[in-house]
């Protein structure tokens, strides 16, 4: 005979495994759900490949080996040729006030006007000058300009006085510069140190009579000799008219000539 303890035991062992199917059958339903409730991803696709419009395999550029040179373009980076130019010039044909110039005068070109004032007719030069610091850098590959023109550097060499000798120089059809009395501004130069220079135009100055020396230098010999306004006027005047650029200036101040001066040019 079943005691009631007994009975109690046995309906709460049943009521237990009652409840363990319950939460097993819950179980399967909750994993069935969500199995059919997400689907498998799928591994995505390549993506479609891209080709540019006009493009075809061919054209694309092989890519070069990892060991193969580049080839040579011929200049070197940051190699490249720089233009040369003159300094500036501060003359002004039209406005002579205060300058020292070189001219050149003509026989008769140092006369009284109507007016009984002493004027002189003059052609004024000037010759291109270049920094120091330029032509201390410039290199083959490099243009200068020389004479209003381009000059393509394709030599250079500098002898031991400093003169420059641009694609060999006048023996050889190029060209020579100098810094001449040594200031470090170079100027190019012909046989004998010769300027080239380069008219800019003429005019007429008046001759400040009170003031006005000529210095005449031209004759080693001789030594200096001078002369005022009144010995050009004079019918049997003993000066020559041989005033270039080479060896003739004209001392400027207040718009009035005061002096001139020509020195002996080998």
């Not at 069935?32 to 891209?50: I, R, T």
């Not at 026989?107 to 009984?116: Q, V």
């Not at 500098?158 to 100098?178: C, K, M, S, V, W």
């Not at 200031?183 to 100055?205: A, C, P, R, V």
Request: include cysteine; charge should be negative; proline fraction near 5%.
């Amino acid at each position: 005979m079943v005691t009631l303890e007994e009975a109690n035991r046995n309906k709460f062992t049943e009521g237990v495994f009652e409840m363990k199917k319950l939460a097993a059958l819950l179980l399967c339903c909750c994993l069935f759900l969500s199995a059919c409730g997400s689907p498998q991803e799928e591994a995505p696709a390549d993506p479609p490949e891209v080709s540019v419009e006009g493009e075809t395999e061919n054209d694309v550029e092989p890519t070069p080996p990892e060991n193969e040179e580049p080839e040579e373009s011929g200049e070197a980076d940051g190699e490249e040729g720089v233009l040369i130019n003159p300094l500036p010039v501060d003359i002004d044909i039209n406005n002579l006030t205060d300058c020292t110039v070189a001219v050149s005068i003509q026989e008769g070109g140092i006369y009284l006007d109507d007016d009984g004032a002493m004027q002189m007719d003059v052609e004024v030069f000037i010759y291109e000058y270049y920094d120091m610091v330029d032509i201390a850098t410039m290199k083959e590959g490099d243009t200068i300009l020389l004479r209003q023109e381009e000059v393509l550097v394709e030599s250079l060499e500098q002898d031991e006085n400093g003169r420059i000798f641009i694609n060999g120089g006048i023996e050889a059809g190029g060209y020579e510069l100098t810094s001449g009395d040594g200031s470090g501004i170079f100027f190019e130069s012909g046989m004998n140190d010769h300027k080239y220079w380069q008219s800019i135009g003429s005019t007429t100055l008046r001759v400040n009579g009170d003031e006005f020396v000529y210095s005449d230098q031209s004759d080693l010999e001789k030594g200096e000799v001078t002369y005022l306004a009144g010995d050009f006027l004079q019918p049997d005047s003993p000066i020559e008219y041989d005033f270039n650029p080479n060896n003739t200036q004209i001392v400027i101040q207040d718009g009035q000539i005061i002096a001139m001066i020509r020195v002996y040019i080998p």
